[in-house]
């Protein structure tokens, strides 16, 4: 990865705050994500910027606002003419309660997945053909749930769980039909759930313990760095998965691709 360029949103936190230290190893250039002001988390940057060599950026961005993520995108491209690899990282739990985003979203929809969807979209002309890699950080919770086609924004039988599965079986079907979008001499993109992770962001709504943040950053670089099945592949804790059933149905990957081209017509 010597004189790559590795975008990780989500830096700030958790698994991010130990795969940017991973990364800043080996990259050439590193633009880490997160919503707090950069004088919040300067002593994060610095400890990020000791860990390895590269050349370190630090973009600003709230993801409960679509136009924040052009804006982001649009700084990407101006540090950078090629992205080598793409970590769409940054997540939220579900709510306690159903919350909309300032763009009239589930928030936890928006976060986790349209956020990601909008961010690729943006930086696809810049991932190298072929070469480029993206990684969606999803979750196995997605096993566990199916997303109602009449209902995307779960204002029937919500909870912090189903918010947050929900999210990101939309991010792993993403992954399969981008891959699909891309085709074989294009960017490969893969989806994986990093492990049961001990962060704040598990303990919000499960009462378990899980392996430590560096297990799970480990996940997400030879994800993006390493070998993969092939493209549209989902990655369980460092293994080659069967996603949901719903996610290999091709009419339910063809809805979704329909529904998000329409939520996110307005900044595409």
Excluded: C
């Amino acid at each position: 990865m010597n004189g790559s360029t590795v975008v990780l949103t989500g830096a700030t936190s958790g698994i991010g705050i130990a795969a940017a230290r991973l990364f800043a190893t080996t990259a050439g250039r590193l633009i880490v994500h997160g919503p707090e002001s950069q004088a919040r988390v300067a002593p994060l940057l610095t400890a990020i910027s000791t860990a390895g060599n590269a050349e370190l950026h630090y973009l600003q961005a709230d993801f409960d606002d679509l136009d924040q993520v052009v804006s982001l995108a649009a700084r990407i491209r101006e540090l950078a003419d090629t992205v080598d690899v793409l970590v769409n990282n940054a997540g939220r739990p579900g709510a306690e309660r159903r919350t909309l985003s300032r763009n009239g979203y589930e928030a936890t929809l928006q976060t986790n997945y349209l956020a990601a969807a909008l961010l690729t979209h943006h930086l696809a002309p810049a991932l190298p053909s072929p070469g480029g890699r993206v990684v969606h950080v999803a979750s196995a919770t997605h096993l566990s749930v199916t997303l109602d086609p009449d209902d995307i924004g779960l204002e029937h039988g919500y909870s912090p769980v189903r918010a947050y599965a929900t999210s990101k079986l939309a991010m792993v079907a993403h992954a399969v039909t981008q891959a699909e979008e891309w085709q074989p001499d294009g960017p490969q993109i893969v989806s994986i759930s990093p492990g049961v992770i001990n962060t704040r962001l598990l303990h919000s709504m499960f009462a378990v313990r899980g392996a430590t943040p560096e297990h799970g950053a480990k996940n997400v670089v030879d994800a993006a760095t390493g070998s993969i099945p092939y493209s549209g592949a989902y990655i369980d804790d460092g293994y080659p998965a069967a996603p949901s059933s719903q996610v290999q149905d091709s009419g339910f990957r063809r809805w979704l691709h329909a529904v998000t081209s329409r939520l996110l017509a307005d900044w595409m």
